[in-house]
């Protein structure tokens, strides 16, 4: 049965200085549904003030291993230019994002997308590009009102942080050599803990 | 996107195995797109649909205390930390998704009671303290193999993983310090968090599998990169960091063998009863039943919200098209 909605690709800006993020993805029936949809499982925590998704169908995708091996060489489409928004990811490191927003360029074709991204963004490497036309992007209302309501209360709840819960307990060396079923107290506590 | 997945009868599949190994060795990321082996694929989606199953089941034990929570911070907590399984549930099918099964056929499997999850949560919550051993000891157990998965070499599984522990760290402190502060108070405080240790400690350790040696997917596994250590070497990192603690508290391990051991460094612990973790893993749980009725009703009972939805969207679809 065939009752999946579709796709959409969520990007995440954690503040005003940051690229907008690719953090993953959610199935919504809406443009509107994916937006709030993305911003209840992406930003439940501190540091988001906007918000994008795509439907992962107009996502134009391609790895730096799939550029060394197919020829993505863009085809007169006859369409018109339009802006497309170029994301690229250029670490291995561990992350929990994937590609970054670099900017726009102009092309009448995913493929010319690429060509021009590649060209325009050459300050590092990259491992990976994401090409989406800039104009089937949803955002976010960018007001302040908006900003504060979907995103200032997750700041309050400081309980969500591991920092917020200290504990105690006496050194762990006590209890080496003993054996496990020893139900003795303990009444010391260790500041280092 | 084009994906290839290779098969031993491609015949190039020798080489491009030999660059697929290369680039694990070297520490880069698979990417969807990328090329792979077919039972790279396959490890992975057994792999990740079971974990965003157990996230999803997760949630069962742990929502049934929310309205019993004995103080409204408590209850935020447990309300916060619910979400978050739920969070990273979506955050699971997303990276089993990029390796083209669909959501749905992985919910289906669910509801149909095919898939596994993990069987730590065929176990009961029968009190309050329950849910701080449950932060501390399964979330504890749970961290530790996440922290390892996150170094991964599959990327979308690997940065699921590293978004969910920087979470799962908040359950953990939050468990650990609900234990802690039952430890330290009134005797029948004391008394219900050593009955919660004594009923999840064994469960907790069944969490990272069959030993070593009964575990037949670790080599492959190990060699592509999916799993960085061992089951065995997870279970020995999550008790050499908690039984000291839970000692510190005053409390005790329902383990007569458990011992300190000086040469290596490492808190050794007595058989565990497989016998009882297989019949769990076969559905024979205390609780399979009742969990998997409960994800059946809630997907039932949420039919009209997705169809709500679904009219709300035809609805604005209809308009766009008349303007």
Not at chain 2, 32 to 37: I, R, S, T
Not at chain 2, 244 to 269: M, Q, V
Request: hydrophobic share 40%; charged share 25%.
């Amino acid at each position: 049965m065939d009752t999946e909605w579709p796709r959409w690709e969520v990007f995440k800006q954690d503040t005003p200085n940051k690229p907008h993020q690719a953090v993953g993805s959610v199935h919504a029936a809406d443009p509107q549904h994916a937006l709030l949809t993305a911003r209840n499982v992406f930003a439940r925590r501190p540091q988001a003030v906007s918000m994008w998704v795509v439907r992962a169908e107009d996502v134009f995708s391609v790895t730096k291993e799939e550029l060394l091996e197919a020829n993505h060489e863009p085809q007169a489409t006859g369409h018109k230019p339009q802006a497309f928004a170029a994301f690229r990811k250029t670490s291995h490191k561990r992350s929990m994002t994937f590609v970054d927003y670099v900017g726009e360029v102009e092309a009448a074709s995913p493929e010319e997308a690429l060509q021009k991204a590649q060209a325009t963004f050459t300050d590092a490497e990259a491992l990976a590009w994401w090409l989406v036309p800039a104009a089937k992007i949803v955002k976010s209302d960018p007001s302040p009102e908006t900003i504060e309501s979907w995103f200032a209360p997750a700041k309050d709840k400081t309980y969500k942080q591991q920092q917020y819960y200290a504990t105690v307990g006496s050194h762990v060396s006590k209890h080496k050599g003993g054996r496990g079923v020893e139900d003795e107290r303990s009444g010391e506590e260790c500041a280092s803990c | 996107m084009p994906v290839k997945y290779g098969v031993p009868s491609d015949p190039d599949y020798n080489e491009r195995l030999a660059e697929f190994e290369a680039r694990i060795h070297r520490g880069e990321k698979i990417e969807p797109g990328d090329w792979m082996p077919e039972e790279y694929r396959r490890q992975l989606i057994r792999m990740i649909s079971q974990h965003a199953h157990s996230e999803v089941v997760g949630m069962l034990p742990e929502g049934a205390w929310i309205t019993r929570a004995p103080t409204l911070k408590r209850k935020m907590i447990l309300v916060a930390k619910v979400q978050d399984e739920a969070g990273h549930g979506q955050y699971l099918y997303h990276a089993a998704e990029t390796l083209g099964v669909s959501r749905e056929a992985m919910l289906e499997a669910l509801l149909a009671g095919k898939a596994k999850y993990s069987s730590i949560f065929n176990y009961p919550t029968l009190t309050w303290a329950d849910i701080g051993t449950i932060g501390w000891l399964v979330d504890g157990a749970a961290i530790k193999n996440q922290t390892m998965l996150a170094a991964c070499s599959y990327g979308p599984y690997s940065r699921a993983m590293v978004r969910i522990c920087a979470e799962e760290t908040f359950h953990h402190k939050q468990g650990k310090e609900m234990v802690l502060l039952y430890a330290k108070g009134t005797p029948k405080q004391r008394q219900m968090a050593q009955d919660a240790i004594n009923r999840w400690w064994w469960p907790a350790l069944m969490m990272m599998g069959p030993h070593d040696k009964d575990s037949p997917n670790t080599e492959i596994l190990t060699r592509w990169g999916i799993k960085t250590k061992s089951n065995d070497t997870v279970r020995q990192e999550f008790i050499n960091e908690h039984a000291p603690e839970i000692l510190e508290a005053g409390l005790t391990i329902p383990d007569p063998e458990l011992r300190y051991d000086e040469k290596s460094g490492n808190w050794l612990h007595g058989p565990i009863n497989w016998d009882e973790f297989w019949q769990v893993v076969g559905g024979n749980g205390p609780m399979n039943k009742e969990r998997l009725e409960a994800r059946r009703r809630a997907h039932a009972e949420g039919a009209w919200v997705r169809e709500a939805l679904e009219a709300y969207a035809a609805k604005q679809h209809k308009t766009a098209v008349a303007v």
